[in-house]
């Protein structure tokens, strides 16, 4: 039976490798070879570029760049693959063509090093499109080695701690982010032609409101003043409305502190969105249309696969009032509890933990969250939220303890926040009171007063739709990813020393 490994023997053999590769560099830059004193490769064609026009590229010269991912050495002649940002191209690398000092170089390049290759564009015996080198070119020199398999990196904090390696060896990974990219420029695509204008607000903020959730604290050095990261785009973007921009988005980074688990991370990506003259309902109309516009755009379809289910875009998304969802799913009708106090009675009978802060508005949100959310599945807007939950939100006229809100839950999980926006400058005084009474309780978050944004108001906002997205979440769904980490190129980690 064979002995394990010994760690020690493996680290020393890993020492003694990359020594060798920082020998093979100052050999190379002894001889006047420094890859690292080249500043530029003219690249012609990429991988699939090439794999895709072979017909019209068949004998002709093509340069391509790229890392070096296996090498066959085969005496006189070997191959290379390389890989490019869309894929990966194999190499014929012949004494005879590229000369007997340029092959002996050759032959000294490692896994994982950066090389451009000039060269024809052909067919091997089995039919694989090569590029016959007749030049080879050492672009970097890779000083520290790659896992041979995507298997060597499974460790899932490291591939989030180096995601270099990981789109290095992973092309899913690589394929989620250009996805990504993609995503956001359908996103800009759509809002454009209906119309709207990106603008940019500020992060750092004296006040951060818009949103439930603790913000990060730093200290203005130059003013000597405290001041806060932005936890929503909202407040600005209104006070744009009050100016006359009718339409407007930001897509951008917001910082919320709280903890980090499979949907949340401190930093991430928020997009907001405000429009003149419309409601909620047009918030939903528009909500609908860009998810089927986006899906379509970049996955190619409106059903897609996400976590075993297929999530159904292209149909009309259903729509269900909060105490209509509590209704089905927990068996309580909210329309039939009259008060905070026959609430909070119900809510000891089923189980669900309220503080005694909380009213019957409250509780019917907590209801919602746990009997209901878990069982929307495919696209479904959920109307008319408490106004104990929704100080920034115009009231029902029908039913003044609702607000006119909807969030749009798929697969269980909130995907947007939009409101019939209160644009009633006392009624938004109140509901900051309010909010200040809850903070002053030990809500830690509350909102605060923003008398900037009252004075604003004051001056008169038009009624509004708005509405929120989670660009993360949104990636997410389009991509099949488990967790929110997978679809940040470099998410939050707690500090290794």
Do not use: W
């Amino acid at each position: 039976m064979a002995e394990a490994q010994n760690p020690r023997v493996e680290e020393q053999d890993i020492s003694q490798l990359l020594k060798v590769r920082r020998e093979k560099l100052a050999a190379l830059q002894e001889a006047g070879k420094d890859p690292f004193q080249i500043t530029k490769y003219d690249v012609t064609h990429h991988s699939t570029d090439i794999k895709e026009h072979y017909e019209e590229l068949e004998g002709k010269t093509v340069r391509v760049a790229g890392r070096m991912m296996s090498k066959r050495v085969m005496g006189k002649a070997s191959f290379c693959n390389i890989q490019d940002l869309p894929g990966n191209i194999q190499s014929y690398v012949a004494r005879d063509s590229i000369g007997e000092e340029s092959y002996a170089d050759f032959k000294k390049y490692d896994v994982g090093d950066i090389i451009g290759i000039e060269g024809q564009v052909f067919k091997t015996k089995t039919g694989e499109i090569s590029v016959h080198a007749a030049c080879v070119t050492l672009l970097a020199k890779s000083l520290q080695i790659l896992p041979e398999k995507f298997h060597g990196l499974t460790n899932t904090d490291i591939r989030y701690r180096q995601r270099y390696t990981d789109l290095i060896m992973n092309a899913e990974v690589k394929d989620t982010f250009v996805k990504r990219s993609k995503i956001i420029s359908a996103i800009r695509r759509y809002l454009e032609e209906e119309g709207f204008l990106e603008v940019e607000t500020p992060m750092l903020v004296s006040n951060a409101g818009g949103a439930a959730a603790r913000p990060f604290e730093t200290h203005y050095n130059a003013l000597d003043e405290d001041v806060k990261l932005r936890i929503s785009l909202e407040l600005y973007l209104k006070r744009l409305i009050v100016g006359g921009m009718e339409r407007v988005f930001e897509i951008g980074r917001v910082f919320r502190n709280e903890g980090l688990d499979t949907r949340h991370n401190p930093e991430f990506t928020l997009m907001e969105l405000y429009q003149a003259y419309t409601d909620y309902y047009g918030m939903m109309d528009l909500t609908e249309n860009m998810f089927r516009y986006v899906a379509q755009e970049v996955c190619g379809a409106t059903l897609i696969p996400y976590g075993g289910e297929m999530i159904d875009l292209g149909t009309p998304f259903e729509r269900i009032t909060m105490v209509e969802a509590v209704k089905k799913y927990a068996g309580v009708d909210f329309d039939q509890i009259p008060d905070t106090e026959a609430a909070k009675k119900i809510a000891d009978e089923k189980g669900v933990h309220y503080e005694a802060r909380h009213a019957k508005g409250d509780i019917l949100n907590l209801f919602f969250e746990e009997f209901a959310e878990e069982h929307l599945i495919q696209p479904t807007f959920v109307l008319d939220h408490p106004v104990e939950v929704s100080p920034l939100t115009k009231r029902k006229p029908d039913k003044p303890d609702y607000v006119e809100r909807f969030e749009l839950f798929i697969y269980g999980r909130e995907m947007c926040n939009a409101y019939s926006e209160l644009n009633d400058p006392v009624d938004q005084r109140e509901r900051f009171k309010a909010q200040e009474a809850a903070l002053a309780a030990g809500d830690e978050e509350a909102n605060t007063t923003d008398e900037d944004f009252m004075n604003a108001l004051e001056i008169g906002m038009p009624p509004t739709g708005g509405i929120g997205y989670g660009i993360d979440r949104l990636v997410m769904l389009l991509t099949n990813s488990p967790a929110i980490r997978d679809v940040l190129l470099f998410p939050t980690m707690r500090s290794m020393d």
